[in-house]
Nanobody, 120 residues
Framework: QVQLVESGGGSVQAGGSLRLSCAAS????????MGWYRQAPGKQRELVAN???????NYADSVKGRFTISKDNAKNTVFLQMNSLKPEDTAVYYC??????????????WGQGIQVTVSS
């Protein structure tokens, strides 16, 4: 099994910054990608950013230039540095991992979600 532990959420004022972390543990053989999604009330879950194994990144247009995704391969941890936060960034943020377990197949794994609230 895989465990994803998210941290770093909270409440900030517009223009502020937060840094989310997601640490993966378990019988992980290989990781293909790690990423962050978010879901605001009444809206569908959407991709915020992801990073694949060789380091290429992908961002939602709404966060380009403000958010930066990075990873620590040795610790199976992904980070999301969020700067210049806006009220519309308010959502529950979810970490997602695409990985293969020892003796297993490729699967998606999700964190429990962490609240980010940006006030105007």
């Amino acid at each position: 099994q895989v465990q994803l532990v998210e941290s770093g959420g909270g409440s900030v004022q517009a223009g502020g910054s937060l840094r989310l972390s997601c640490a993966a543990s378990g019988n992980i053989f290989r990781i293909a990608s790690m990423g962050w999604y978010r879901q605001a009330p009444g809206k569908q879950r959407e991709l915020v950013a992801n990073i694949i194994s060789e380091g290429s990144t992908n961002y939602a247009d709404s966060v380009k230039g403000r958010f930066t995704i990075s990873k620590d391969n040795a610790k199976n941890t992904v980070f999301l540095q969020m700067n210049s936060l806006k009220p519309e960034d308010t959502a529950v943020y979810y970490c997602k991992l695409l990985a293969r377990l020892l003796g297993g197949t490729w699967s998606d794994y999700w964190g429990q979600g962490i609240q980010v609230t940006v006030s105007s």
